[in-house]
């Protein structure tokens, strides 16, 4: 009774001092870089549903965007082995339209997820408001082969991977975690773990079209983020967004024969802009910004002529939890050398006894011209250390600039190749042909515009002329029984990029060539990988996955990618922001980023690369010793791929 009277004037008094901050869920975790999920939750949900919001959002933008979408039509069914990304698109629109929701977080998640699920990396919708967090249960896990059997695990090395987040986040973890590392999990939310981890690939990780490949997206792994080692979470154990506020669980401890249940918390970690409370949250994370909404590139205010050039098409995904990456730790990271300079995206390594030079590709992002001089420097070291046999490292490579995939795959086939990327179209919807042909009369080329046809060149190898209309005529195109008609074919035109001196013939022979990942290659990844596979058949190898479940080589080979900033920019700069079917400014801070252009392959013209079903010839489980070990998992590789 007494502490009760106790709590009751401590409260009275704090109510009397800070009254905003009692009814004000953002105050309460303001300043906070770690907070329980719940208590984010409660201040994403104190914005009411604003219907002026959702027309400008849904109507106004993200609808209108969607017919520049390559796949739009593929997804009215998908073909198999990619089926669960099955979607009509246009229907979850209309029914995002006239569903009733009590906030404005409802509306964004619904329609988050929604497009999420369409598992195109590509293609996403971040409200920034409600993507700030990402929450983090203290158990990621992993599947590891141990004395033959697969099964899932909590990863071995939890206590030095969430002990490296720090005492903000410890602190707030309420149960024995400790104890966890190297658990066997038996069951997750009453099921059996392999089938809740499909349960998330479904419903969760999104960012890949292969369900395969978005079950080793639930899973930890190592990755590189710049130049650094870090470790992923997993999408089980950090998904975007604040939407569960607890995971459970059954689990045998390491050293234990008995199965306990227990109950993780999930802590949101912030990554958005300051706030001190409601109204500073949606002032700094809500509201559209400087950087939201396009701008007109022939301004002289906005593009100086001077800085007028050239912008090199970009195909990634976005993987949010790199905007809080937390590190490897130290014990795993490799103890060779980084031969060479590792200020780059990439490392390379020379594996004991010299046959194997190593490049671990992190990305395709980064600098355009350091990643092709440190590929050059890199050669160079194998060459003086006697390599005969090559292994890239592709995990988790989200991709990055197009023409950096095409210089990886010239560099390592040689320039007798010829033209090293695909054949490649976009949709050629009523807007797209006001905005070439707008374009062609405002005398615009690609120093201000993807659109203009000298960012491409005809099948011959001839650059496009800026002022040829590519769309006109338009092809025919079927797709799931709708016509949806594309430009022209061409080619990227990336050998005017490429600024090292390019090898004539392979520096290394091609059959000598590996690749490992774990399937999360995404974009240029895919892209690359895909060319390497269907052009010199190279050996691929994909470890993880559930056991007896195919996993895709790569993720999400779609190809340019525009963000709303970018494809809003095109329609400004072509004057032509008051066509009917233009989409609107964003009145919030968002973007909806969408697949622009399609890569069609070599095996079979008619289709995009995506949907091409290409599985590695060599599957492998992690182990204690290669999960989580880039160099352990290098040298299993080295045994194994090229016998030595
Ligand atoms: C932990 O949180 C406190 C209070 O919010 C903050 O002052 C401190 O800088 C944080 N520590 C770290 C390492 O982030
Ligand atoms: C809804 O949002 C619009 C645009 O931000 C704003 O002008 C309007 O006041 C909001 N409506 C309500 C009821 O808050
Ligand atoms: C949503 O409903 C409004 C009002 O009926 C309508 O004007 C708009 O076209 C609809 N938008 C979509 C995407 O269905
Ligand atoms: C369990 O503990 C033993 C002994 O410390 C260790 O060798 C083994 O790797 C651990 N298993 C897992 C899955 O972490
Ligand atoms: C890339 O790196 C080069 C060499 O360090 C530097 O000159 C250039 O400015 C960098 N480019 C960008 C876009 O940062
Ligand atoms: C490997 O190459 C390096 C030079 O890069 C050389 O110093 C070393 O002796 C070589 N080792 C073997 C085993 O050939
Ligand atoms: C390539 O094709 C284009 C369009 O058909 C043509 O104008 C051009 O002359 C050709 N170039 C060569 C080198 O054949």
Redo the contacts with the bound molecule.
Sequence with gaps: MKSVVGLLVALAVSLSVSLPVAGDPCAAIA????VLAPDALACLKSFPFNETLRQNVLTHNIARVFDFFTFEDYYLRSPVPFQESTSNIRAELARINTTTYATDYDFNWDLYTTITQLNDGHTRWFPDCYTSYQSLAPAPIVSLEINGVQGVYIIPDLVDFINSL???YTNLITIDWQRLAGAKVVSIQGQDPYEYVDFVAKTVSGNYLDHGVRVNSVFSSYRLVGATYSQRFGDLAGPTGVAHSSINMQVIVNGSTKAEAITLPYIANFAGAAFTNRESFWANNCVANDETNGVDFKNPSIVPSPMRRRREPIASIVDKSVSSAFGLPPQFQPTLPVQGDNQGIMKAYVLPGNRTGVLFVGSFGGNFSTFQTDVVAAFKIFKASGVTQLMIDLTNNGGGFVCLGQFLHSYLAGTIIGYPGFQSTNRANPLARKIVASDIKLGLTDQLSFYTADNWAFLNGTQMPANYNYMDPDVPLVVNGKNDVTSQRFHDTCELSFDVPMPKTPPIDLRNIAIVSNGNCASTCAMFSTLMFEKHQTKIAVFGGKPNEDVQFKGMAGNQVLEWIDIDSEIKTANLKDDPLAPADLLVSGNFRHNWRAAWSFVDERLPIAYVSELPKFRFAYTSETYNNPQNLWLFSEKTLFGK
């Design positions: 300043g906070k870089s770690f720090g005492a903000n």
